[in-house]
């Protein structure tokens, strides 16, 4: 493989947890515009880790990513108060809080706004990520088979039932918010560790909105739509190079085309019923 | 009637701002009976659900389940100590299957660890999909099992929800209006279903405003008006008292 497909590849692999990270919250029925928050956390943390502390990889990534998830959970506990397009707009503000935060503290270890280099110490080759891009499609597979995968559904269907079914929304909605964190936080620990350089502006908002994007885009009510969006998002535009100057337009087009013909997105819970991997139709049958 | 009581309703009111919806009412119901839940519009009967399930806090009085204090307990403990309800709008999830619905009702019966990602027994999964199967079939929805909830016709999504309550194994079923728009047919099936329910040792109290419907199931019922106990007794006492007549048809000259 040339080491343009294998840049291809890798950064597939990252957007496709990126996906996930936006996936996990939307699934509880939270909107998060703020999740390059916290792979900006995750980049940094486990850069930080590695080249300042000699942390071998595997650590500073799980490191990474754990601070990541527990700033998520802290931000998850507010947020609960907040709804919709508010609750939209208050991650949007914790995303450039983080970016703020990179650009002007602990500049002797990160470069602030000059940038993060020499990450360099460590290779990480293109099967580290998508290592990782396995275990946690794995993950999210057997937790949508799951019963808290159905109880996540209710909660994102309708909150004030689920809870008078039972279901504690509180832990469930921090704890999807936090895992989703953890998520971003790991992929941008593979991220700075890929592309061995990182500053604070490549966190910005628009890197969030793109996440989103992927999940909007793909459909929400699967994990399969995040991982489809994050894929046509990645390759797309390359197989559009030839357009050259009309590529962006012809790529903004064909989003609004696709929401107008499928406005829930590409995948939808139907289309996973008829296939031969849905969830409980085995247990149907006693 | 003489054991002691499952729910207790103990000097509970609800205020919203000057408004009193639910005044100073105590009601006692036993285990085993079905009970009713009546009064004209407005006289505070979903409210008296509200209350029980938590989903608005008593201004004043205490709520008691077999002993245990629900005054300030979150709605969904309340659910896991054994109150069920249906809802006077039909509340189904949009996404899901009527088979789906029972498994989510069974939420939190399942005695697996970390909330429920690990999976569970054998046994136990066998045993928890037999109840849901067996809740299916009692409401007569074993053969729409596969179909979205909300598809399936009016009088079918209100059993759904019934379904879905049932799953939970609760001490205590709360029926808002369950035959409300439901034709001859569906009300028959749901009244059947509801004396089998009452056979499982499961208590009823249900709001109804077809009067045939709760004179012919009902034990023992509560008439309400203006937020008030104006009345309680047995079907053929409550037919004959002269203030439930004058809250429901005014009085006469």
Redesign the interface.
Known sequence: MSSYQLDLLSGLGINILLALSVYCPMATGQLSIGNAGFMAIGAYVSAILTVHFHFSLFPALIIGGFIAGVIGVLVGFPALRLKGIFLAMATLGFGEIVRNFFMNFLKPLTGGAYGFRGIGNIPLSISWIWGWVVFFLLFFF??SR???G??M??T???E??S???????V??KV?AFGLGAFTAGVAGGLYAHYYLYIEPEFFNVWESIHMVLYVIMGGM?TFWGGVLGAGIFTLLPEFLRFLKDWRGAFFGILIIGLMIARPSGLIT?EMLRISFWMP?RK??K? | MKEAPLLTLNKVSKAFGGLLAVNDLNLDVSKGYIYGLIGPNGAGKTTVFNLITGVYPCTSGSILLDGVNLTSLKPYRIARLGISRTFQTIRLFPNMTTWEHVLIGQNFLSQSKIGGILPIRKTEKMSLRAQAQEALRLLGLWEARERKAVTLPYGSQRKVEIARALAARPKLLLLDEPTAGMNVRETEEVLSALSKIHEFGITILVIEHAMRVVMGICDHIFVLNFGQKIAEGTPAEIRKNEGVLEAYLGKGE
Do not use: C, K
Request: glycine share 6%; charged share 15%.
């Open positions: 057997f937790l799951s019963r808290v159905l109880v559904m209710a994102h269907d309708d004030t039932v809870e008078l079914i039972g279901i504690h929304i832990l469930l704890s009510l819970r409980y247990g149907v006693l």
